[in-house]
């Protein structure tokens, strides 16, 4: 086992004698439940960038949708809610479909996408991004980000799918068809490995 120098084990003492007392159970049982985001947000936070944008409780992907389809009909296929903490340095965007690679249309479209291995991310990380916009990268801007993980499916039969577009300035989220297939700006984002 590695030596543990005596000043982290003061500071690690000065930490824990600080903690507030008064944390709310469920907020504190969030984090137990949570705890790479726990471990982002002590590393932002001793690291000089104390801002909570770039962090996302557990408490706060499992809310309900702001988008919620089912209102109008939709039907939930597929929902990934993991991971429960994402920001810019979490994410990555990877082509749905590689250069050269074939140009899907209709059923073929959804099945390879219900074959992508890549872990996904869903609306709720979505509408986190679009809660937090200075999580996005600017150079994001023109593309169309898709996020796979999660799947409706519309009255007319038709599977949609989270978009997150940069538009006359602004960011919107959309539902593409996936039957519709994709093109060369469509990016999936995915968490960074």
């Not at 969030?30 to 409780?57: F, I, K």
């Not at 690679?101 to 059923?107: H, V």
């Not at 219900?114 to 991004?129: D, F, M, T, V």
Request: one cysteine or more.
């Amino acid at each position: 086992m590695a030596d543990v120098p005596g000043w982290y084990t003061g500071f690690i003492a000065e930490v824990v004698a600080h903690l507030p007392r008064d944390i709310d159970e469920a907020k504190a049982m969030g984090w137990v439940q949570d705890p790479y985001g726990l471990e982002q947000a002590l590393r932002n936070l001793l690291t000089g960038d104390n801002s909570p944008a770039g962090l996302l409780s557990s408490s706060e992907i499992d809310g309900d949708f702001k988008n919620d389809k089912a209102t109008i009909g939709w039907t939930l296929v597929q929902d990934v809610t993991e991971p429960a903490s994402i920001s810019s340095d979490t994410i990555e965007l990877q082509s749905i479909i590689e250069e050269g690679g074939p140009d899907l249309l209709g059923e073929e479209m959804v099945e390879y996408v219900e074959k992508i291995s890549s872990p996904k991310l869903g609306q709720r990380h979505a509408e986190y991004l679009l809660d937090h916009l200075d999580q996005i990268p600017e150079a994001f801007q023109r593309l169309s980000l898709i996020f796979l993980g999660t799947v409706w499916r519309g009255p007319e039969g038709n599977h949609h799918v989270p978009c997150l577009n940069f538009y006359q300035g602004e960011w919107e989220i959309t539902f593409g068809i996936l039957e519709g297939g994709v093109e060369p700006r469509d990016q999936m984002v995915v968490p960074r490995v």
